[in-house]
């Protein structure tokens, strides 16, 4: 009999996924958050949920990354943003590869919008 992890997602919706899929995934989930190679299970795993789930959330970060690069310059704000971005980054690759998966606030209600 299969297990399966349950997650709720911003929306409350609540995503299931195989545990199987987890452990065989969680790995390569992990490098989507470290921006570009979040294509590694975008394109690799795309019969992974698990991995797709936390790839779109790289995209998004990968994104976010590139736009705030523009403000890294500007003393305090761009600082603080760039420590912020690393601290989700790396919590992110912590419950990646923990076999969790973390709706990243602000950012994982868009992840459920984006159809690769």
């Known amino acids: 009999m299969d297990e399966y992890q349950k ?3 911003k929306k409350g919706e ?3 996924f195989d545990s199987k899929d987890i452990q065989e995934n969680k790995g390569v989930a992990a490098l989507s958050y470290l921006f570009i190679l979040f ?13 797709q789930m936390h790839a779109k959330q790289g995209l998004i970060l990968c994104i976010i990354e590139i736009i705030a690069s523009f403000f890294y ?8 943003l760039g420590l912020v971005i690393a601290v989700v980054a790396i919590y992110s690759i912590i419950q990646a590869l923990s076999g969790k998966y ?9 992840t459920e919008k984006i159809k690769i």
Request: net charge positive; no cysteine; glycine share 6%.
């Open 39 to 51: 294509l590694v299970p975008l394109l690799t795993k795309r019969n992974s949920k698990f991995a």
């Open 73 to 80: 310059w500007v003393p305090f704000l761009g600082w603080l």
């Open 102 to 110: 973390w709706p990243i606030p602000l950012i994982g209600t868009y």
């Open 14 to 16: 609540t995503l299931i």
């Open 7 to 9: 997650t709720e997602d």
